[in-house]
Every structure is written in C-alpha cells, then in structure tokens.
C-alpha cells in the first residue's frame, strides 16, 4: 500500500447520480455523453440504485450457493490455463501475488454454462452492466474468451482488501463495480479507493447496495481492509461484495503501484 501522506485539500468525493433499470437498460438522470465527459475528466461517478437490493441479495445467495457445491480451485496452478472455466478461490493472503490480496473470488468464464438460479441472475446483472459499459465507453465487448468475463468478490471482515493498482486505459476505458452488500449492515470499515486528477476518493460511505461505481480504467485504485478488527470467517456472507467486468486481455496488464 502508499504511503502517500493525505491532506484535506487533496480529499475529492464521487459525483452521485440516481439511475434506475429502464425497458432492460441501466439509465440515469443524465445522458450517456455526460457521463462519459465525468468519467474520462478523472470524476469518479456512482450511479446511486441502478439495480435493486433484492435482485443484489438473491445474487449473492445465488453465488454462495453455487460456491459451496463446486470444488475450490486449486492453489498452485493457474486458472488462466481454463479460459471456460467458471471458478472460485478463497485468496487469504499467504501466497505472494503481484497484487496481493485477500479475498473469496468467484470467477465466470462461461455465463452460459451456469445453470438455475446463479445463470440467471448473473446473465442478467452482468448484460445490464455489459450495455452500460459498451454505451458510456463507445466500445462493443461481448462475454467471450476475445472480450469480458464476470467477477463476483467477497471482501471478508477481518481484513479482506486488494492493494492499489492500475490498469491499461485502453481498450476497456472504464471500469464497472456493482455492489451487493448493504452499508453498516454488511461491514463499516474499507471500500473502493480512487487517486483521482481531484484528489483521493473514498466511496466507503457512498456505494450501498446495488449502486455502480464507474471510473477511468487507468485511475490508480484499490479496497482497504474491511473491517480489520474482526475475525475472518470464510462461511460468513457479510463483509464487502463486487460485481465487475474484466477484459481478458488487460487482466494481466494490471499494474501493483507501490
Ligand atoms: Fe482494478
């Protein structure tokens, strides 16, 4: 993590917009153009309701399930091996990454092949997602081994964090996180970081429960440890939950910042 010593001036805050789910798309009360113009000036935008907090609960109940019948995979060899494969992983920090973490992914390869409850619902957020990227961004990524793939994390209370790091602008432009856990009830402590143009953004206090983050890709960023006084406990379902989209391509092109 920096050691970047903050001042008061140099403290930004997100710009709030309401958005709803319209006719199948995620809107706002502002046009695409002008979020794009937020966006690219370095403005880290939240998009305040986009989906409801039911549809996010029954995701995450959805992923829970999903992750206790299926076998972790394996630490010690690469997923990156099994570009179709839907997994998940608890990372608990004692293996050395180039951007060290701790967290319980789950990643989805291959949404088509998920089947219930978790296929749909993850279908369904992340097209929703996909189209709002691809609008605000001017790009055309599909879910494919040339183009996206879905990550569902859980930020455990007891210190899950992901330190700060950055990514390629180009060609993904944006990037999208989704949250699927309630504020105060869920976790206190941590969230989203962005070192912005403006100054240093915390959305701990301002992305609840079916709000989307967006942000210029290349914004340095990370998630502070969340609830760091607490015990892990990998079964539990609170602590900090994320939905994103993740270019395949510039996956590996993410960059520690130190
Ligand atoms: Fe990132």
């Not at 930004?12 to 706002?28: C, E, H, K, Q, Y």
């Not at 000036?41 to 029954?58: C, N, Q, S, Y």
């Not at 007891?158 to 976790?187: A, K, M, N, V, W």
Request: with cysteine.
């Amino acid at each position: 993590m920096s050691k970047v010593t903050l001042t008061p001036q140099d403290v930004a805050s997100p710009v709030l917009i309401r958005a709803f789910t319209d006719n199948g798309n995620i809107r706002s009360v502002v046009a695409d153009s002008e979020l794009a113009a937020l966006v690219s000036a370095g403005r880290v935008v939240i998009l305040k309701g986009a989906f409801a907090p039911e549809t996010m609960f029954d995701l995450r109940r959805a992923v829970v399930r999903w992750a206790k019948t299926t076998s972790p995979f394996p630490h010690g060899t690469s997923p990156n091996a099994h570009p179709n494969l839907n997994y998940h992983r608890i990372d608990d920090g004692q293996i050395v990454s180039s951007l060290q973490h701790i967290f319980h992914q789950n990643c989805f390869n291959d949404l088509g092949a998920l089947t219930g409850d978790i296929g749909r619902l993850a279908r369904s957020v992340a097209e929703l997602m996909r189209d709002l990227q691809n609008r605000v961004a001017g790009t055309n990524f599909d879910f494919d081994l040339a183009g996206l793939r879905t990550k569902v994390l859980r930020y455990p209370r007891g210190g899950g964090y992901l330190s700060e790091h950055q990514h390629p602008l180009e060609p993904q432009r944006l990037g999208l996180i989704t949250s699927l856990s309630r504020l105060s009830d869920d976790f206190e402590k941590g969230g989203t970081t962005f070192r912005t143009p403006f100054g240093f953004v915390d959305t701990n206090e301002s992305h609840d429960i079916g709000d989307i983050i967006i942000f210029r890709y290349d914004l340095v960023h990370a998630v502070a440890p969340v609830d760091e006084e607490q015990a892990i406990d990998w079964k539990a379902e609170s602590g900090k939950w994320s939905m994103l989209l993740e270019l395949r391509a510039t996956h590996r092109l993410s960059t520690a910042k130190v």
